[in-house]
């Protein structure tokens, strides 16, 4: 299908985005990568006036140490997280996630602020960010903010972004020692969204498309805070979610599917050195 009618403009810079949005108000959209927000343009569920481009402004892709946590930039392509040495050794799970995300065209385009932006709970990234206790950095007109990914994820599409406001970064902690992590998600194809996912951190497990938004399965990580066994933990992946039914699959086969994905990335955890 074909979009209805919009103004392009582009941004240089995180002030002239900032003002951009000010300007035209909640007619525009900001455009990232592109891969979540014009698939709803083409299918019409989103008619912005204006789409405002943050392609080139280019202080906001890297990947930099800052001690106790790695920053990335919200304009990352998921190409260059996958391949980023500082995430291969301190955060390997978000490497593995990214790389694990679309195809090669997805991940040179894709960019990680978009994903998580979006608020997608069949995306990759936002559910491994949630295990990996990450923050998400906010600018606006009124300055900066900093927002927990527990808080950040609030329903169906919806963040804790407000209107005008940009993600800048993506803090994610480094683990005090090596920690074990797992990632397992099943797809029809593997260009395909999740129908379920699972990324593990220490004792942190968080699923993907397990309910309207991305979730922690408290009740595992209970379980193994308790010293019950990966099995014993597993067999409770779906209590607290809600799962919904679709074309893909129901309500009953999304809960079987975490009860298994979580029981092999908890498994894989604790196969790494």
């Not at 390997?92 to 679309?102: F, I, K, R, S």
């Amino acid at each position: 299908m074909i979009p209805p009618a919009f103004t392009y403009v582009r941004a240089t810079s995180v002030d002239e985005a900032l003002g951009l949005a000010a300007e035209h108000g909640e007619d525009a959209k900001y455009l990232a990568g592109g891969h979540s927000l014009l698939p709803l343009m083409k299918l019409r569920f989103a008619a912005p006036g204006v789409l405002i481009d943050l392609g080139r402004i280019p202080d906001l892709a890297y990947v930099r140490d800052e001690g106790t946590y790695v920053a990335v930039g919200a304009l990352t392509r998921h190409h260059d997280v996958a391949h980023a040495s500082l995430l291969a050794s301190d955060v390997p799970l978000l490497a593995h996630t990214a790389e694990a995300v679309g195809d090669p065209q997805i991940r040179h385009r894709g960019t990680i602020g978009g994903s998580v932006a979006h608020g997608d709970a069949a995306s990759d990234l936002p559910a491994t960010l949630l295990a990996l206790d990450a923050s998400f950095v906010i600018r606006g007109q009124d300055g900066t903010r900093t927002v927990p990914a527990t808080e950040f994820f609030r329903s169906i599409f919806e963040t804790a972004l407000e209107p005008g406001e940009l993600l800048t970064e993506i803090q994610v902690p480094k683990p005090a020692s090596p920690a074990a992590w797992g990632f397992q998600k099943f797809t029809k194809r593997a260009i395909d969204w999740a129908i379920v996912g699972v990324a593990v951190q220490g004792q942190a497990v968080a699923l993907v498309n397990m309910g309207s938004t991305p979730l922690r399965a408290t009740a595992v990580e209970n379980a193994l805070a308790s010293g019950a066994s990966i099995a014993e933990a597993a067999a409770l992946a779906a209590e607290g979610t809600n799962a919904g039914s679709d074309i893909h699959a129901s309500k009953a086969y999304r809960e079987h599917l975490a009860r298994v994905l979580v029981k092999r990335a908890l498994e894989d955890a604790a196969a790494r050195p």
